[in-house]
């Protein structure tokens, strides 16, 4: 029997089993090859949590605590009027009265009064309050240290023996500059030399057998016959800053015979720190801790679906509303601040006037079109910036769909000489948070963040950008922001979906605001912000 005289259901089969192996012999070795060349991405975890390392030491404070018990056995003398100098940097309050009571010395001679600020809380909680501050000043140096604060002392590979960093000293202040040491062999003279320039030297002790000249200058020179004396004196240098400026450094130029060296000694004062009371000392008050930011712009249905999603899970946490629709709807509620500015000032200006006041330790940012669910879980994120050094840590936000974003971004910068530099913006993150399954480092995270307010006021949102911005919040914050990404605290998104004939005036107007075309003037504007603002030549991005 041929073929075509088989009944057309057979004929179908013979067609189909020659096709099928057809289809394995090609898809074996794409499968293969596949397997073959894909490799996991090579992540490393780091650990990013606080570690106990104790109260930093202060070197103004702790005056002449750098002395060796190797030089024990030198005799030496104490300067009272220099050593005067250094535990001068102590303060203390005090009342200072004029000699003259009269009306007009007062402008010339202000009284000073003294307030002891532990007068203001009562007896019952002042340790209570004591510990909570001792709590978050220790995480506060915590995120402020780096190794660059540490002292470094740099051994004698060169005779020279000295600080390589961590020497610091308040503007106009002085202290004894560690470290300084000669290593030289036998010789009939021992001879140091330092050379400042924004301070002068002196020594808080004369050791015996030292010549010292330069007291009071720039530059001071010692010499000894013997190299323990010289050593011992070395360990008396005072420095006094004499140039004022808040934060600078001063190269000091180290010299013997025919070795020289050089170090800073940085001249800044201390970061003033920020401390937050949340009134609890167990457990995470999210009312407490955690200010709710957005901004919204004709989209009052929306925004009273978020207050009212928000309410179901945190019922008393603060919520600031930045406003900057045509003809503003009150919006009223236990808890809320609703802010009105100029109609369509623009969207970093509204996020500029809502961070701006939050007076909780954090904020959680948020759009005014977001759904909070089960699964928007703020104390997560409190107990991420809580026992890491972020500054910022971004959740996941869910559409109606299913699909959940992060929108977590790597970002760089490349040199580019006088015509501007290159920046670079990839999907992806740096590594993962040791401690924490599901987060990450990254530089750039989705709308829904929660920061530490005071880092968010410090890099700002620029309110140039009016309408299309996001990324250009975590540009600015390129080397002042540590940012993570969690993706397991999560939030609803609003559909979307909406036929184009149903659509409102108020929702075209919106359309029209916040999608711009590409040939709008405000994409235009964006592009010479960033060449001359950011200084970028060109952008890349995936």
Known sequence: MKTGDLPKPHRMRLYRKPLCILLLVVTIPVVFLVLLTWTPKPYNAVDIRYRARGKPESQVENGLRFLSQKYAHVPYTIKEDVVRLLTSNSCQCQNVDNPINLPFIQKYLPHVWAHSFENVYNVSELEGVKRRRSQEYQSFIER???????????????????PTQGVEVRPLQSIVVPGLSLQASSRDEYRVNLTATLGTFNVAAEVHGVKVQGEGEMHLSLSSPRLENLNRQLEFIVYTNTRFHPNTADTVLLDTDGHQASFTIKVRYSVTPRLYNSGSEEGYNVSALVTIATKTFLRYDKLRDLIESIRKFYPTVSIIIADDSDKPEKIQGPFIEHYIMPFGKGWFAGRNLAISQVTTKYVLWVDDDFIFTANTKVEKLVDVLEKTSLDLVGGAVREVTGYTATFRQKI??????????????????????????????TDGVINFFLARTDKVQQVGFDPSLARAAHLEFFMDGLGKLHVGSCSDVIVGHASKIKLPWTKTESEKTYAKFRYPSSSDNDVKAKHTF?????????????
């Open 144 to 162: 402020t240290q780096s190794p660059a604060d540490l002292l470094v002392v740099a051994k004698a590979n060169s005779p020279l023996e000295y």
């Open 412 to 441: 760089s910068v490349e040199s580019g000489g006088e015509e501007g530099d290159c920046i670079h913006i990839r999907k992806g993150y740096h590594h993962d948070i040791q401690g924490f399954p599901n987060c990450v480092i």
């Open 530 to 542: 960033f060449y001359f603002k950011n200084r970028l030549k060109c952008m890349t991005m995936d």
